[in-house]
């Protein structure tokens, strides 16, 4: 089970943190990492670490949003930094299982406007 969490409404330009927190060891899964879904969109993959520890980012946040785990704690974290308006969506925590078998939390909405 996930559990997003740290959404809210932040200025463009400004930070935000959001946590995924896990009831499954996140070192046995073989992805984990976050989706958004913009209003009147397609979900859309932000961030995901394999478990080889290489990191996948969408181009729109590539030096703004950075992906980190938290093994001990079985967290995941997306920090977010320089936040656009059109960073706007609710955001998924995500994990795939070794045997492909793929989880989604509860979303956490995010909105960025003055």
């Known amino acids: 089970q996930l559990q997003a969490s740290g959404g809210g409404l932040v200025q463009p330009g400004k930070s935000l943190r959001l946590s995924c927190a896990a009831s499954?060891?996140?070192?046995?899964?073989?992805?984990v990492g976050w989706y958004r879904q913009a209003p009147g969109k397609q979900r859309e993959l932000v961030a995901v670490v394999a478990s080889d520890g290489s990191i996948r980012y969408a181009e729109s946040v590539k030096g703004r949003f950075t992906i980190s785990n938290a093994n001990p704690d079985n967290r995941v974290y997306l920090q977010m930094s320089s936040l656009r308006p059109e960073d706007t969506a609710i955001y998924y925590c995500?994990?795939?299982?070794?045997?492909?078998?793929?989880?989604w939390g509860k979303g956490t909405l995010v909105t960025v406007s003055s």
């Open positions: 499954i060891r996140i070192n046995s899964m073989n992805t």
């Open positions: 995500y994990s795939r299982s070794p045997r492909g078998i793929d989880s």
